[in-house]
């Protein structure tokens, strides 16, 4: 898990921006590894070619060819098995499974699911994202169901806080990352027409469903609390799978998480990270950004367990007009 103090990180997470559409080219700055539930992978220095094709890059790419053998690929979904050619991958449950396709960024092609929250309200379309890896499809994050305009990068809008976002996110080390210095913030800001706070999805019946927020209201460093978030009941399972998603324009930086089952409080499974403890380092997540998290439900509990979080979160800032 990446870990970092709140002053390391602020001032980084601030970009120049305009009000035109414009996208600038890729800068020396840092970048941000995307979660990825099947894969770790280390933020740090610049890969020079995205994975997934014989040689790299663009010269010699084929079109839709996934696995770099100089043929398009095609890709089909039945229930949570993903198939392409002789390769198949079970789905975890906190992967939604609603369509399966190629997606070509022009360097390099991968393997899309595109899913939708249940539960939640305007939700928007989602691709996770797998990469030919050594044989196998590896998750390497995730992005909203975007557009593909060819040049190794996806991009996708929204608004928020009478803004209008532009992501752009790119392949950076065999992760699908976020690209801060090429993401547009346009518009003027508006404190009332904000929805923020980091997403809370509960993995049940091979689907990610919405539950409510976390941090809610705790947009600033100097507002950082625990808040507290009943999950669905829990009747006979052994393990609950809690998925924080970042969807607006905005990071988090989540302090600690647990679960209360009836008294008892739960740190998540094998946790290592800076989620772990109440201790000033923070698990940092940005736009389109997830983190999974697995919690061993003690023997006999039934009953609706209580999603406790400490942090706060940073809305992104814009100067354009």
């Known amino acids: 898990m990446t870990t970092s103090s709140h002053d390391e990180r602020r001032d980084d997470r601030r970009r120049a921006t ?25 933020c740090g ?5 995205p994975i997934g094709n014989v040689g790299g890059g663009a010269i010699g790419h084929v079109h839709d060819d996934v696995d770099g053998d100089g043929t398009p690929d095609t890709v089909t979904l039945a229930g ?15 992967v939604g499974a609603e ?28 691709w996770a994202l797998f990469a030919w890896q050594g044989g196998a499809l590896v998750l390497i994050g995730y992005t909203p169901a975007g557009e593909l305009p060819g040049d190794g990068t996806v991009r996708a809008e ?7 976002t532009t992501y752009v996110y790119r392949v950076v080390d065999g992760a699908m990352t976020l690209d801060e210095d090429a993401t547009v913030v ?27 927020e976390a941090l809610r209201n705790l947009s600033s460093p100097t507002l950082e609390a625990e808040d507290a978030l009943p999950l669905p009941p829990v009747d006979g399972q052994r393990e609950l799978v809690v998925v924080l998603a970042e969807v607006k324009p905005e990071t988090t930086y989540l302090d600690s998480l ?24 923070y698990e940092v997540f940005s736009a389109w950004e997830r983190r999974r998290f697995v919690f061993d439900v ?9 999603l406790y979080a400490r942090g706060y979160y940073v809305r992104f800032t814009s100067t354009g007009p």
């Open 18 to 42: 305009g009000a035109s559409r414009s996208f600038p080219g890729m800068a020396a700055g840092r970048r941000w590894c995307a979660a990825a539930a099947l894969v770790a992978a280390a």
């Open 45 to 49: 220095g610049r890969s020079p070619a």
């Open 80 to 94: 949570r098995t993903v198939t392409m050619g002789k390769v198949s991958l079970q789905l975890p449950d906190d």
């Open 99 to 126: 369509t399966a396709r190629v997606v070509d960024l022009g360097p390099a092609a991968y393997v899309a699911i595109e899913s939708t929250p249940e539960d939640e309200e305007d939700a928007t379309p989602e």
């Open 158 to 164: 929204s608004s928020n806080c009478g803004q209008e």
């Open 186 to 212: 346009a518009g003027i800001y508006r404190e009332d027409e904000c929805a923020a706070c980091p997403h809370v999805l509960v993995a049940t019946g091979g689907r990610l469903h919405f539950v409510g």
């Open 258 to 281: 647990v679960v209360d089952f009836g008294g008892a409080r739960v740190s998540p499974r094998a946790c290592v990270g800076a989620a772990c403890a109440v201790d000033g380092r």
């Open 298 to 306: 003690p023997a006999g509990f039934v009953g609706v367990p209580v």
